[in-house]
């Protein structure tokens, strides 16, 4: 099947700072990819769905400043968590949907695991 | 908005057992899909089984089938011959096909245990 890779696999970073978690798809032209937030023992939480070229679409309840997701190209998107807090530390994963496959499902990266300190 | 709901926070299987999850959900939409994914303690995300609700046939992949009952909205899925590795979280998740989003709504899951 098709392969999402996520980057990193885990971060460390200090109260205050950015991080940066990137996914790509290695063999699959994304034209949508997907930003979910799972805490401990819970169910994943869409938080945005990008599009190829186009501005991000938030959930209700996400800050979308704080959340920046760029998808700068059909292979690549990016979420950058801005002045992390603790509260931000989680498990982020993303998905991508392949382009013009009508019903195929969404294909997931590994995982980040946040923690900020 | 649509809804999924897992009742079963968690459930044991004896190893070669059978099991099921239970699944409901809540839509307005006639054409969607269903999936179930699996969730090991790795934590990345797989697919375990896929119904598109058109179909009336359920879906059936190895060891793994559903019991899709659309007027009831109801996904059930069947573990058969349960082995230690299908230990895992398990989600029920709906996908529109409609809305133009594609965006997939997700239950609470469902932890398994086999016992051996």
């Known amino acids: 099947g098709a392969v999402v890779s996520q980057h990193p696999s885990w971060v460390i970073c200090k109260s205050g700072t950015s991080v940066k978690i990137e996914c790509r798809s290695l063999?699959?032209?994304?034209?949508?990819m997907f930003w979910y937030r799972q805490f401990p023992k819970q169910s994943l939480m869409l938080m945005a769905t990008?599009?190829?070229?186009?501005?991000?679409?938030?959930e209700q309840g996400v800050e979308k400043d704080k959340f920046l997701i760029n998808h700068a190209s059909l292979t690549l998107s990016t979420l950058t968590v801005t002045s992390a807090h603790p509260e931000d530390s989680s498990f982020y994963i993303c998905?991508?949907?392949?382009?013009?496959?009508?019903?195929?499902?969404?294909?997931f990266g590994q995982g980040t695991r946040l923690t900020v300190v | 908005a649509q809804t999924v709901t897992q009742s079963q926070p968690e459930m044991s299987v004896q190893e070669a057992e059978t099991v099921t999850l239970s699944c409901t959900y809540d839509?307005?939409?006639?054409?969607?899909?269903l999936f179930w994914y699996k969730q090991p303690p790795s934590r990345q995300m797989i697919l375990v089984i896929r119904?598109?609700?058109?179909?009336?046939q359920n879906a059936t992949e190895n060891r793994f089938s559903v019991n899709f009952q659309k007027a009831a909205k109801s996904f059930s899925l069947k573990i058969s011959d349960s082995q230690l590795g299908d230990a895992a979280m398990y989600f029920c998740?709906?996908?529109?096909?409609?809305?133009?989003?594609?965006?997939?709504?997700f239950g609470t899951g469902t932890r398994l245990k086999v016992l051996a």
């Open positions: 998905s991508a949907r392949e382009q013009g496959v009508r019903g195929t499902e969404a294909f």
């Open positions: 119904q598109e609700a058109y179909k009336q």
């Open positions: 998740a709906y996908r529109s096909l409609t809305s133009g989003t594609y965006k997939y709504i």
């Open positions: 063999d699959f032209q994304a034209t949508t």
């Open positions: 990008s599009n190829e070229g186009s501005k991000a679409t938030y």
């Open positions: 839509t307005s939409e006639s054409d969607y899909y």
